[in-house]
């Protein structure tokens, strides 16, 4: 799971350009990852819809590889993010566009039902109607995935939601898929990222370490837990 791919970026999630591209060469390079690739036992992924998806998915497309981009509809032709033409081009370049909420909420389990019905169902028609087919596909805003996200979803047409958990194990919602990833940070090495693809154990163990200590965290800090990251990344 990666997110935006500039340089300069305060984001724990953001990195840059050249080692995005030492990140690619590291998996290209392992038998293992470009062998499971072609098989979809795993898939690089694109959150939010920054600018920086067009760039990225020219070279991905270089390397006859197929990404995945989850755009936040609301944020489409913000400074910062893609356009509707952007967005078309990396539909066009081959890669698979699908929902990632309409406004990015920062705690999508707290909303209500028909507040996570209508984040869903408003994304996909509106991605549907601007790029002529239908969005099957989703990721999770924020990280913060529930059991009512999954079955909105669901309920929304959706036939795979990606979540930010650390797991290779595929769960399933009311026919809808499950689907963990590994989150790219911006000291992530190519060789971890490699690893990580290959499905390494010991990458996938660390994270998932990690983020059960950071959910018991965002539990305690509810939601003032956005706007304490929000003022430490920018201290940085």
């Known amino acids: 799971m990666y997110h935006d791919v500039e340089d300069k970026s305060a984001d724990v999630y953001a990195i840059g350009p050249e080692r995005f591209r030492e990140h690619l060469d590291a998996i290209d390079r392992s038998p293992a990852t470009a062998e499971s690739f072609a098989s979809d036992d795993w ?102 995935y529930s059991a009512s996200v999954g079955r909105a979803a669901a309920a929304a047409g959706y036939q795979s939601l990606f979540t930010s958990l650390p797991t290779q194990r595929l769960g399933s919602v009311e026919g809808c898929r499950l689907i963990g990833r590994w989150a790219i940070r911006h000291d992530t090495t190519a060789d971890q990222a490699a690893a990580a693809a290959a499905g390494r154990p010991l990458p996938w163990a660390r994270q998932r370490a990690a983020w059960r200590l950071r959910g018991i965290v965002k539990t305690v800090a509810g939601k003032r837990y956005e706007s304490v990251r929000r003022t430490l990344l920018a201290r940085r």
Not at 106 to 131: G, I
Request: hydrophobic letters at 40%.
């Open 43 to 144: 898939m690089i992924t694109f959150d939010d819809g920054g600018a920086s998806a067009l760039p990225v998915g020219e070279e991905l497309a270089r390397r006859s590889w197929r990404g995945h981009f989850f755009i936040a509809t609301d944020g489409i032709g913000s400074p910062g993010f893609l356009d509707w033409d952007g967005v078309r081009a990396v539909a066009g370049m081959g890669h698979l566009i699908g929902s990632h909420s309409c406004s990015h909420p920062d705690r999508m389990a707290d909303l209500t039902w028909e507040q996570l019905l209508d984040e869903w169902t408003r994304s996909a028609a509106v991605l549907a109607e601007e790029l002529g087919g239908a969005v099957t596909t989703a990721s999770v805003p924020g990280g913060l």
